[in-house]
């Protein structure tokens, strides 16, 4: 199967790229080298630093003003996504970690847009259910524990506005999904790529961002 015009991503290029992105403004390089700094065993949760201004230009891109994020981690994604909301627009996440989330909640203060974000401590998929039922979320980024990725999408379809964008991180899992003896998490979300590209409510495509980035726009 030919790859197209694929071109190699050198470390060279990937700067290159970066420079020709927005770049991180202070609160967000801030948040990054914390993040490195504070917890280097897990910084490799956190988004790959184009996926920050890809989220904020989804948001200006779709106007949205309802957003849920499932998985805060140190909340890059959060402050990327709520700096680029109205000032009126709302940003539910969803996380289990107080510690992880302290420097989220310490940075999204620093930035002017706490008043933005609802940050919600408990199991995502309870959170999720408790949410109105009827369609009324404008975007959605989930970027959490892989083996409820599936659980977290049937929750959230329902919920989404014609029209609304779903965005799902690690849709490669560092491609462990092309294993056909894949276990664990690689498996997981082997059976989330199968279960949306079967999914009729939604039109999707994915990208080779990062560790893969899936688009899907609710019917």
Same mark, same amino acid.
């Given at each position: 199967?030919?790859?197209?015009?694929?071109?190699?991503?050198? +470390?060279?290029?990937?700067?290159?790229?970066?420079g020709h992105n927005p770049p991180l403004d202070p609160v967000q390089r801030m948040l990054v080298e914390v993040t490195h700094t504070e917890l280097p065993l897990v910084a490799g949760k956190q988004v790959a630093e184009e996926q920050g201004p890809l989220l904020a230009f989804l948001v200006r891109l779709t106007g949205a003003r309802r957003i849920v994020e499932v998985g805060t981690f140190t909340g890059l994604s959060a402050l990327s996504m709520a700096q680029a909301l109205p000032p009126d627009g709302t940003l539910l996440t969803?996380?289990?970690?107080?510690?992880?989330?302290e420097h989220a909640r310490h940075a999204w203060a620093k930035?002017?847009?706490? +008043?933005?974000v609802e940050l919600r401590?408990?199991?995502?998929?309870?959170?999720l259910r408790g949410l109105?039922?009827?369609?009324?979320?404008?975007? !959605?980024?989930?970027?959490?524990d892989k083996d409820n990725y599936v659980a977290y999408w049937d929750?959230?379809?329902?919920?989404?506005?014609?029209?609304?964008?779903?965005?799902?991180d690690n849709v490669f899992?560092?491609?462990? !999904?092309?294993?056909? +003896?894949?276990?664990g998490f690689a498996a997981a979300i082997k059976d989330f790529n199968e279960h949306v590209k079967a999914d009729d409510?939604?039109?999707?495509?994915?990208?080779?961002?990062?560790?893969?980035l899936t688009l899907a726009r609710r019917r």
């Amino acid at each position: 199967m030919a790859k197209g015009n694929g071109t190699p991503l050198t +470390d060279e290029l990937y700067a290159y790229m970066l420079g020709h992105n927005p770049p991180l403004d202070p609160v967000q390089r801030m948040l990054v080298e914390v993040t490195h700094t504070e917890l280097p065993l897990v910084a490799g949760k956190q988004v790959a630093e184009e996926q920050g201004p890809l989220l904020a230009f989804l948001v200006r891109l779709t106007g949205a003003r309802r957003i849920v994020e499932v998985g805060t981690f140190t909340g890059l994604s959060a402050l990327s996504m709520a700096q680029a909301l109205p000032p009126d627009g709302t940003l539910l996440t969803c996380d289990v970690s107080e510690e992880w989330t302290e420097h989220a909640r310490h940075a999204w203060a620093k930035a002017g847009v706490a +008043d933005r974000v609802e940050l919600r401590i408990a199991p995502a998929i309870e959170t999720l259910r408790g949410l109105p039922a009827e369609p009324h979320i404008d975007m !959605v980024f989930i970027d959490a524990d892989k083996d409820n990725y599936v659980a977290y999408w049937d929750e959230l379809v329902p919920r989404m506005r014609p029209g609304g964008l779903l965005v799902v991180d690690n849709v490669f899992f560092h491609g462990g !999904v092309t294993d056909p +003896d894949a276990t664990g998490f690689a498996a997981a979300i082997k059976d989330f790529n199968e279960h949306v590209k079967a999914d009729d409510r939604v039109d999707s495509v994915m990208l080779s961002v990062a560790d893969g980035l899936t688009l899907a726009r609710r019917r």
